[in-house]
């Protein structure tokens, strides 16, 4: 399946037993929303957690958002039935947490065949040491319209967990892995969305990791907090100057002479057609017309 043109910059995690949390949510101005089923639902509150997730979507068919629901893994036992209520909501997407091969995808996407759910695509957490260790036979699934695999999240709290590593600023330790799950992402045409930051009272940290984010090529970050939204929209847009800049590539390969020139001098540099394809997907981002 491929990836929506939608954008991915801010992906806020809201926990499915929250009310005012959930009741929130529809006013943000977030890209997407991933309600919780998970990590941010206690055992004992799944029932409840599940029970509201319906109600809200019965109550409020649409939304301004993406909306994603992230389920319990299927081993776990929660995973059953929260995959259930999450097909009841009909969301864009489900969250697999934890996926560790190609095989997690594929029996969702078979769930969701039988249930005859056109449209509902299934993202994929990259959280766990087999996650990373299979991680090009999972995302070469991007290639397979049945799979209905559209993006990567990474979960870096687990990713940390499971392997013991430290999480420092600038993220030394995951360094490696996050750019392994980057470029797979970008050889089969996957969207991929970078881990969470804790401290969301730290915004001069918060904004650190989110540039750092968009120098590794991720589309957009996972949120915890409402606080998180604007720099993250911000961040993973194109800055005022990467606009102007295109738009003056676009403009120089529209002029007579340049027509069928393949390279041109622009400013003192070397300008090809391929930097006339990134100037074009920076405005396509910007929401310009001249893309
Ligand atoms: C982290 C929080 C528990 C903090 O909550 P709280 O102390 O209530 O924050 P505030 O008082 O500052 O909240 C201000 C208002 O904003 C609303 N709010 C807060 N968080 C959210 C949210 N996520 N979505 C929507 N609305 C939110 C509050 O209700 C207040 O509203 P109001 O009073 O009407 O103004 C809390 O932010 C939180 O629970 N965040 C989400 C945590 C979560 O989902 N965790 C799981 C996902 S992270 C993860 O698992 C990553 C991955 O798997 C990995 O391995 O790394
Ligand atoms: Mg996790």
Redesign the pocket.
Known sequence: MQPSVRPRRSV????AA?A??????AT?ACDA??Y?L???VAPGAKPGARDALKAHFSANPGAAQQRVI?VNAAATEWGAEDFEAAMECRPDAILL?KVEQAQDILDAAAALDRQGLEGVHIWA?V?TPLGIVNIAEIARLGRRPDARLSCF?????????ETGVPLPAGRSTLLHWLLQVVIHARAFGLDVVD??YND?RDQAGFEAECREGAVLGFDGK??????QIAFANQAFSPSAEEIAEAERIVCAFAEPENANRGVIALEGKMVERLHLEIARKTLAKAGSPQA
């Open positions: 806020l995690y809201v926990p929250n005012k949390a959930m009741a929130k949510s943000l929303i991933v919780d998970e990590d941010a992230r947490p957490m959280e999240v990474i979960g870096s709290n687990d990713l940390a967990k881990g969470v969301f996972t949120l915890i907090h409402p606080s």
